[in-house]
């Protein structure tokens, strides 16, 4: 499988086993070898705060520092790489945002979507929104 980009809903999904995405996420990341799953410090960011989110989480929100080590321990994992910006980003982002049908509300989609592109990896999500952008190659995740 070609190495990727994983959305903030996989992370989550994996992260929280009463997700109701949690089952399709873990049998996706249990066919995974080391290094195929690259996790972005935007991605990391949005993970750390809707594990704080008691709209989401309940009353098993995390304090952003606990949120914070869970992602950590979640780097830990040898099919897991943190990756930095690649150098060519901004001609990405430019492409992804210069269109008159991504509205702002997909600042973050586009984002992601010029991170995967720039960086050469699929980009895994839940997400159908990412069927916008031409050029990304998705691997749309579905519950079974």
């Known amino acids: 499988m070609k190495q990727c980009l994983v959305d903030v809903n996989v992370v989550v999904a994996l992260l929280v086993p009463r997700h109701v995405h949690h089952q399709v996420a873990h049998n996706w990341f249990g066919d995974l070898i080391a290094g195929q799953v690259g996790l972005c410090r ?8 809707l ?28 099919r897991i790489e943190f990756l930095k910006e690649p150098p060519s980003m901004e001609s990405f982002i430019t492409a992804t945002l210069d269109h008159p ?29 990412f069927l916008r952008f031409r050029g990304l190659e998705l691997e749309l995740l579905v519950r079974q």
């Open 101 to 129: 049908h991504n509205p702002a509300k997909l600042v973050t989609d586009g984002y992601l979507a010029a991170f995967a592109m720039s960086s050469h990896r699929k980009f895994v999500t839940f997400d159908r929104d």
């Open 42 to 49: 935007l991605a990391q960011l949005a993970v750390v705060r």
């Open 51 to 78: 594990l704080g989110n008691p709209k989401i989480m309940g009353t098993e929100a995390l304090s952003a520092s606990d949120g914070w080590n869970v992602v950590q321990k979640f780097l830990e994992d040898d």
